[in-house]
């Protein structure tokens, strides 16, 4: 096993330049689908497209047992990148800036090992190449083309900046908040500024909601449960002497727990109700769910972290806080038991230590190989046990 993964490791990281320096955005990637069924070819593993740009690719044999399925995310970011690397992106203005390009690359590395295994394989093993999580579209659309119609566990795999280079971290339960969209719209009155009692001013209206809307995490949202609001984008007003007629606010919503998150449309309608009432104005709210929380099953957590433990260090293994941020694993998670696990890709020493979707983010390269062999355990422990 060792063997056959070191191997694989100029593989990746030659796979793995390739792609970041050719990044497609969601449901753009047509280079990337056609690279991955390129490589899937040369492996021999037989695959299907799905989705448009997707690809599931399939070693084993069902019928000796389980079917467990392996899935990384292939779509880059409309971001410009401001790294000065060898293999930075070419398409302007966009850019691998969240590490899927070495998902995608951890992923094939793993093919290839675990199809010269074939014969060993107690199962079925399902690699989804998955288009569009940036837009948290595409795990869904895959799901309903059928990529987990026979599927009994999933496992994927994110790299992470904020964790060191050597660590694994892949806990039970919530790990990744949901990410819902907000849309609110208040109607007022138009007229001149100098005579606002002739009308209702949208933006004061606005202005109210947006400060008082906030109690609502504070005061009606158990301080155990964490939950996140945030409004991004604020438009109203023609002029700078016109009472404001309407208000338009774009926000997310963003926690952990489904049962407090079916709660917030019913609250925010009501604070947007009541405050607007005052003002004399009209609220309209439009939410739309987004990704639902990240949680991890805990028998696949603990079949990750027992394959970690196969080829790294006890302290390798990590616990870190669960992030607000969304991933459309999501998705595959509600569906079947499964986990996300996160590989540290973090080295200040290498420039390594951007944010995600930040200009200047990489990963430290190392930690491909540890993906790739994480990947490999995972299915074949799944399958095993």
Known sequence: MKTLIKEQENYILNLRRTLHQNPEVSWQEYETSKLIKTELDAIGIPYESLAGTGVIATIGIPSRGKTVALRADMDALAVTEKNTLDYASSNPGVMHACGHDGHTAMLLGAARVLKMLENDINGCIKLIFQPAEEMVEGAKTMIKAGAIDTVEGIFGIHLWSGLKIGKIACGNGPQMASGDY????????????????????????????????????????????????????????????????????????????????????????????????????????????????????????????????????????????????????????????????????????????????????????????????????????FLNQ
Do not use: W
């Open 182 to 381: 907000v849309v609110v719209d208040i109607e007022g009155k138009g007229g001149h500024g100098s005579l606002p009692h002739q009308g209702v001013d949208a933006i004061v209206a606005l202005s109210s909601f947006l400060l008082n809307i906030q109690s609502m995490v504070s005061r009606e949202i158990d301080p155990l449960d964490p939950a996140v609001l945030t409004f991004g984008e604020v438009k109203s007003g023609t002029r700078f002497n016109v009472l404001s007629s309407k208000a338009h606010v774009e926000g997310t919503v963003r926690c952990f727990n489904p049962e407090i998150r079916s709660k917030f449309p019913e609250i925010i309608t009501r604070y947007g109700n009541n405050i607007c009432d005052a003002h004399r104005a009209t609220f309209h709210l439009n939410y739309t769910e987004g990704t639902p929380p990240t949680i991890n099953d805990a028998h696949c957590a603990h079949l990750a972290r027992l394959a970690a433990s196969e080829f790294l260090d006890k302290s390798a293994i990590v616990d870190i806080d669960k992030t607000t941020g969304s991933e459309d694993m999501a998705y595959y998670l509600e569906k079947i038991p499964g986990a996300i696990a996160f590989v540290g890709a973090g080295n200040a020493s290498k420039g390594c230590d951007f944010p995600h979707h930040h200009p200047k983010f990489n990963i430290d390269e190392d930690s491909l190989i540890i993906g790739m062999e994480l990947y490999v355990r995972f299915a074949l422990n």
